[in-house]
């Protein structure tokens, strides 16, 4: 199939799929079901599975072979309808109210191709209030035979009343031996797909991301910034800031999950400077010269520092000022403690 839709294409969570293979077996699955988790972890590709297989003709479904599947597989099943979230310039990706109400028109008509429609919404926590408030009528009460599957990284963000109307379905990351397996299944050489494996904690779609982006010179942009942050002076600040203010708030999320990591490594070498449970493995000598720099309860404030402003991400702040307060912030902390 082109988009993988087989059960063991889904790389972990043997639970997960062996809980809702069961109930499709025994027809008792609920008309929502919502899938939380870290990101890139498999959820929405769990979802295309449980999705094709809700609209397979087949007992063991999904079979690969009908026409629902034929269809699920080249993109353009009719009963098959996915949410987004929409971004407009450098905004917050958001799921608006128009985009649940076009959804329900299509999701409350008669199935075309199957018995029944599936939606999925995906990053469901992008939802505004509106969109949420009127999701949650349908979800109430839906009209025809549809299942819903919300996918998240976010659940605490969503409504109560929507958490509480759908079944849910929690995932935990992925085995960094099965991301090595899935990796080297995409022609990576076995020991490149093993460091990306240790880098991507568990997800999946980071691995492939590092891949496919280069993500390793935004890790390296963050270790060159740790090594010349007590000598950054304000010109330097203002520079960098307007430079890191340009970039979008996917890029500048990365770059500060690999500066969370690098910090937290930090930490680990304190207690065991040969510790194998470091993420960057490949750079631990470079982390090590850097301790002396870099004392304890100064990690501790730039780790608080660096996760504040990670949240602040999210939102709809204006990103070069948000640069600007986090670099001053991070040159205030280690040049304090000096």
């Known amino acids: 199939l082109r988009m993988e839709l087989h059960w063991e294409d889904v790389a972990g969570h043997e ?21 939380s988790g870290p990101a890139g972890v498999g959820k929405k590709k769990l979802g295309h599975v449980l999705a094709a297989a809700l609209l397979c003709e087949a007992d063991d479904a999904p079979c690969g072979h009908c026409a629902s599947c034929r269809a699920m597989a080249s993109g353009s099943h009719p009963d098959y309808l996915e949410v987004l979230p929409e971004r407009t310039g450098k905004n917050t990706a958001v799921i608006r109210i128009d985009a649940i109400r076009s959804m329900q ?22 939802m505004n209030e509106a969109a949420e408030n009127s999701l949650l009528k349908t979800l109430e009460e839906p009209e025809g035979a549809v299942t819903f599957l919300l996918i998240t990284g976010a ?28 990796l080297a299944g995409r022609g990576l050489a076995t020991a490149e797909a093993r460091e990306l494996a240790s880098l991507a904690d568990g997800s999946i779609g980071r691995a492939l991301a590092l891949h ?47 500066l969370n990591m690098m910090l937290r490594d930090m930490l680990v070498l304190y207690e065991d400077g040969g510790s194998k449970l470091i993420y ?21 404030s730039l780790l608080a520092l660096v996760r504040e402003t990670q949240r602040r991400l999210q939102t709809n702040v204006n990103l070069r000022l948000l640069m600007e307060g986090f670099h001053i912030r991070m040159r205030d902390v280690v040049n304090i403690r000096k």
Do not use: N
């Open 280 to 300: 960057h493995k490949d750079i631990r000598e470079q982390l090590l010269a850097l301790l002396p720099s870099f004392p304890e309860p100064v990690i501790f």
């Open 105 to 126: 028109v299509e999701a409350s008509r008669y199935p075309i191709l199957a018995k029944q429609r599936v939606v999925l919404i995906d990053d469901a926590d992008c």
């Open 212 to 258: 496919e982006h280069e993500g390793l010179s935004r890790r390296d942009d963050a270790l060159s910034f740790l090594v010349k942050l007590r000598q950054m002076d304000m010109p330097a600040v203002w520079q960098r800031s307007q430079a890191m203010g340009e970039l979008d708030r996917e890029t500048l999320s990365e770059w500060f999950l690999y």
């Open 155 to 182: 659940r605490s963000s969503l409504l109560d009343t929507i958490v509480s109307r759908c079944m849910p379905l929690s995932f935990g990351t992925v085995p960094e031996d099965a991301m090595v397996e899935v």
């Open 15 to 35: 639970t997960q799929k062996l809980q809702l293979r069961t109930m499709l077996r025994e027809h008792r699955l609920p008309h929502a079901l919502l899938l």
